[in-house]
């Protein structure tokens, strides 16, 4: 069974643009969550979407959003890039209806550096 | 809110010491608790998980016991090898906070030959 799959590993933007990142979750599961990685404030939740529908959402300004589309695979878009949005994100899949007992499978994550 | 507090790193051993990552949390209801590990490179992967009071997990070697009255969650492993160095992550998950998982900030752990 193939694990969770962000596309691209790697990218470098400039301050100002826009990136789109992408997760192909495990198959079968149909929650998606994305986490941003940063060594000054580690693992923080930016949202998680269940059936197309998001239905957690972290403390991120709304230059963060995201979508799931009806095969589960979800993107996540960041506009108007800042320099601190450099970070390692991951995405996370669960299987079909996590609860709070169930673990999530993470991808390798996107590394993005904004210059 | 729920909130995860794990002691800072880094944590340097020599191989085959004992390990200890102390892990406590704050929860308004009745948490799962996990521990993830990070290896360079890598996502996260599930290390071990317990979801009730007084539940252990364990797995390679590895072990936390879920412990409501003191709110810890600490992982142990007896023997550690150069190949356990990355870091470790404690978390948890709660019904009352929509099954969120919320992160501590990460213990990175260098086991030295």
């Known amino acids: 069974k193939a694990g969770v799959t962000q596309t691209p590993r790697y990218l470098i933007k400039t301050r100002g643009q826009q990136v789109t990142l992408s997760c192909s979750p495990i198959?079968?599961?149909?929650?998606v969550s994305w986490y941003q990685q940063t060594p000054g404030q580690g693992l923080q939740f930016l949202f998680e979407?269940?059936?197309?529908?998001?239905?957690n959402k972290g403390n991120f300004p709304g230059r963060f959003s995201g979508r799931q589309f009806s095969n589960s695979r979800s993107e996540m878009n960041v506009s108007t890039l800042e320099l601190g949005d450099s970070a390692l994100y991951l995405c996370?899949?669960?299987?079909?209806?996590?609860?709070?007992?169930?673990?999530?499978?993470f991808g390798q994550g996107t590394r993005l550096t904004v210059v | 809110g729920n909130s995860v507090t794990q002691m800072e790193g880094p944590v340097t051993l020599s191989e085959e010491a004992f390990l200890t990552i102390n892990c406590t949390y704050t929860?308004?209801?009745?948490?799962?608790l996990f521990w993830y590990v990070q290896y360079p490179g890598e996502g996260l992967q599930l290390l071990l998980k317990?979801?009730?009071?007084?539940d252990k997990g364990s797995n390679k070697g590895f072990e936390a016991t879920y412990r409501k009255e003191t709110t810890s969650f600490h992982l142990e492993k007896g023997s550690v090898q150069v190949s356990d160095s990355a870091v470790y992550f404690c978390?948890?998950?709660?019904?009352?906070?929509?099954?969120?998982?919320?992160f501590g900030k990460g213990t990175r752990l260098h086991i030295l030959p």
């Open positions: 996370a899949s669960s299987p079909i209806d996590r609860g709070y007992e169930t673990e999530a499978f």
């Open positions: 198959s079968g599961h149909r929650s």
């Open positions: 979407y269940f059936s197309e529908t998001q239905r």
């Open positions: 929860a308004t209801g009745y948490p799962s």
């Open positions: 317990a979801t009730k009071a007084d």
């Open positions: 978390a948890l998950s709660d019904k009352i906070e929509d099954d969120k998982i919320i």
